[in-house]
């Protein structure tokens, strides 16, 4: 049976529930959300690790058009987080919309539209993060029920980036007889208390992790190929009286929203290279480390020799204490080899252990759903991106007419809520879709950018990003495609610069035109 719709919709995280938002303020109806895992959620479906809570203030991570006055915390557990998605597809009937535990397998574009191929899994497990280097460890296999064909006349890939974990090529890590998994593939029957447990990775996932699993009981050694700038966090409940004030006056946590929005585009400042910015919030952190870490040698270790913004700045009040009261030791080196429970660290160290957790980040620059997607001259998205993701406005790519891509080429923040730049590309995608849908005669052709169009594009990026931190700073980051050397994941600029972005490729566009 051929499912003919307006949009397929791909993800159901935070990117495509806000795609699905947008297309029913804008009248379009017909469209179908594929999900691969049997729940939706994204990141916060799939991040389940003790600790794991929001680097972004609570009242500003959230869709625009559903507001929580009830958050816990200033900074929101992650199970929360994934108890609002839920509440926010039940409260807008968008159930209705969802194909769970469907994989897309295939999109190419042919006669105007496009067709889809999904596949619907009778099982459907979350993997481990280990099963394409080490099959023997996936456990259970997916089984395919049946396979549907889907025209959509849009297509929206709202599959984020954060999604496929990075596992590192580490000699003889196979040879681990114990528990081993990513830190998004959390194994919850693993027991901790009284275990030895390695942590690979000093990124956002470690600081939260390393200290609830010592408050938990584990022996933790922290491997940390490179330190990190951390400040202060400053998290604590929300007072009650606030939150009954929300919930009473929805103008009150507006304004609060309004608040939090401004402080974050004020930090774009420091995080891109402002000297003066810069070296101020240098400082706070530098600060921090002194407070809470007394000996110098261990201080020296964990400060970072690379410009302050290159990496991602993190968030945490307990994860250098955790360390300078010894309940985690610090490995200042990589991991460089496993050998049974043995593992060997770049300073010729050695460490036995009873686990390993990989917190080693995601497959950023390169997307799995990129291969799957031909566009009208039969060239699949990964070969159009083989040197580095690229799309007019982060958002359309050209030779992929009726293409939208939402949260990927330089969509993320360093600075601010991702989600701000997931709203605005998805209310962009969704007033064209709706312009095409209501009037689809008064159109000579589909959507469609040119490649001089994302040769512009893609020359404004790097122009705004040459002299960044993130580019200069003297470290290596998940923001730059190693095949290129280019910044294609972090948009480098405010969250307002992102949206007049798009009001521009928009506005110039005579009624009845495509772009």
Request: proline fraction near 6%.
């Amino acid at each position: 049976m051929t499912l003919h719709v307006d949009a397929v919709i791909v993800g159901a995280g935070f990117a495509g529930i806000a795609q699905a938002i947008a297309l029913r303020d804008a009248g379009v109806e017909s469209f179908v959300i594929l999900e691969r895992a049997d729940r939706i959620g994204g990141t916060w479906r799939d991040n389940t690790y003790p600790g794991i809570a929001c680097d972004v203030p609570s009242h500003l991570y959230g869709l625009a058009s559903h507001p929580w006055p009830h958050w816990s915390r200033v900074f929101a557990p992650g199970g929360e987080i994934q108890a609002y998605l839920e509440r926010v597809v039940a409260e807008d009937g968008l159930a209705a919309h969802l194909l769970l535990g469907t994989t897309l397998t295939g999109a190419r574009w042919d006669s105007g539209a496009w067709h889809i191929s999904a596949q619907h899994n009778a099982v459907n497990p979350v993997l481990n993060g280990i099963g394409t280097r080490f099959p023997d460890r996936i456990g259970r296999e997916s089984t395919a029920l049946c396979c549907d064909d889907i025209v959509a006349d849009h297509l929206v890939l709202a599959a984020g980036r954060l999604t496929e974990p990075s596992i590192p090529d580490i000699p003889g890590l196979g040879t681990f007889s114990g528990p081993m998994f990513h830190s998004s593939r959390w194994d919850h029957r693993a027991s901790l208390d009284g275990r030895r447990v390695a942590v690979v990775g000093t990124g956002a996932t470690a600081i939260q992790l390393v200290p609830e699993l010592a408050r938990r009981g584990a022996e933790v050694t922290l491997f940390q190929r490179t330190p990190a700038w951390i400040v202060p966090r400053g998290d604590h409940p929300v007072d009650a009286a606030d939150r009954h004030r929300y919930a009473k006056d929805p103008s009150a946590l507006a304004a609060h929203r309004q608040d939090l929005y401004d402080e974050g585009e004020a930090r774009f400042a420091s995080r891109s290279g402002d000297p003066a910015a810069a070296a101020a919030v240098r400082r706070i952190a530098v600060e921090h480390l002194e407070r809470q870490v007394p000996d110098p040698a261990m201080r020296r270790a964990l400060t970072p020799d690379y410009a302050f913004g290159c990496k991602r700045v993190l968030l945490s009040d307990d994860f250098y204490p955790a360390i300078a009261n010894g309940s985690v030791t610090l490995e200042a080196s990589a991991l460089a080899q496993v050998r049974g429970s043995t593992l060997t660290a770049a300073s010729g160290r050695t460490h036995d252990v009873d686990m390993i957790v990989l917190a080693t980040g995601f497959e950023t620059t390169r997307q799995p759903y990129a291969a799957l997607v031909a566009g009208e001259h039969g060239s699949t998205l990964d070969e159009h991106w083989s040197g580095g993701m690229t799309a007019v406005a982060s958002t359309l790519v050209a030779g992929f007419p009726n293409l939208f891509v939402v949260n990927g080429p330089n969509a993320s923040l360093g600075h601010n809520s991702s989600i701000l730049i997931s709203e605005a590309q998805a209310d962009f995608a969704a007033g064209l879709i709706a312009e095409r849908v209501a009037a689809p005669f008064a159109f000579p052709g589909p959507v469609r950018v040119s490649e001089a169009a994302e040769r512009a594009s893609t020359a404004e990026v790097a122009e705004r990003a040459a002299r960044t931190p993130w580019l200069t700073g003297g470290c290596g980051n998940w923001y730059v495609d190693d095949r290129s050397g280019k910044l294609t994941l972090l948009w480098p600029g405010t969250v307002a610069d992102f949206r007049a972005r798009l009001d521009r490729v928009r506005s110039p566009r005579p009624e009845g035109v495509p772009l």
